[in-house]
């Protein structure tokens, strides 16, 4: 079973329209990241969340973490073109060598 | 850019052979992970190591050794790939921040590997 449950699996938007991907965990996590994948290349860092209830924003895009810890949300404004790719959540078991377990993806399509 | 690469970045290979992928970094890293994308699966561990000859096993380590003789270099090898191992490979690193914390992780750029 999947540590990380992501949603949608997939998404097509128009371009301008704003979006929203869950992640979902059933266990408290210690750290939560956001990373962004480009068809056929490596991840890219996004961002952190670490503590309850936190929110960070990075130009269009706004990551939430749930008060419990267990649930975050990655939100595009207006999305673009260039927003298009897969999204995908980690998080850190928490242990000895700050191993990462990721969800399964979301596929965003982004049609201009 | 963590400065991390991957050598290969494509490979195609026959059942049975031997396969070795070397993940470089240039920053004197402690942490190294090699991860494997299915479709489906998304991100999977098979190894990873906390400093030169330490290493230990991740999720899906079957059919998987790793060899750390150097900071720089963490070495990925199938002794006897399978098909079931046609996957993309990712190596990442984590800065270690002082006092024991940690931060994200780094990719590199992948290395598309196909078992015939």
């Known amino acids: 079973s999947q540590e990380l449950e992501q949603s949608p699996q997939s998404l097509i938007v128009q371009e301008g329209k704003n979006l929203t991907i869950n992640c979902t965990s059933s266990?408290?996590?210690?750290?939560l990241y956001w990373y962004k994948q480009k068809y056929g290349e490596g991840l890219i860092f996004l961002m952190m969340?670490?503590?309850?209830?936190e929110e960070k924003s990075h130009e269009k895009i706004t990551a939430k973490l749930d008060e419990k810890k267990q649930q975050s949300s990655l939100h595009i404004t207006a999305s673009q073109p260039s927003h298009a790719g897969i999204y995908l959540c980690?998080?850190?078991?928490?242990?000895?060598?700050?191993?990462?377990?990721f969800g399964t993806g979301t596929s965003l399509t982004v049609i201009p | 850019d963590a400065g991390i690469t991957q050598s290969p970045r494509h490979k195609v290979t026959e059942t049975g052979t031997p396969v070795t992928l070397r993940c470089h970094q240039t920053?004197?890293?402690?942490?190294m992970y090699w991860y494997r994308q299915d479709p489906g699966h998304g991100l999977r561990l098979i190894h990873y190591?906390?400093?030169?000859?330490?290493?230990d096993k991740g999720e899906v380590s079957d059919g998987y050794s790793v060899s750390r003789s150097k900071t720089e270099d963490f070495l990925l090898t199938l002794e006897s790939a399978t098909s079931s191992q046609t996957s993309v490979y990712f190596c990442a690193i984590t800065p270690e921040l002082g006092s024991g914390a940690y931060n994200e992780q780094f990719f590199g750029p992948g290395t598309r590997l196909t078992v015939l």
């Open positions: 190591s906390y400093g030169v000859k330490d290493t």
């Open positions: 920053e004197n890293h402690r942490y």
């Open positions: 969340l670490q503590k309850g209830g």
């Open positions: 266990k408290t996590l210690y750290g």
């Open positions: 980690g998080a850190d078991r928490g242990n000895t060598g700050n191993q990462f377990y």
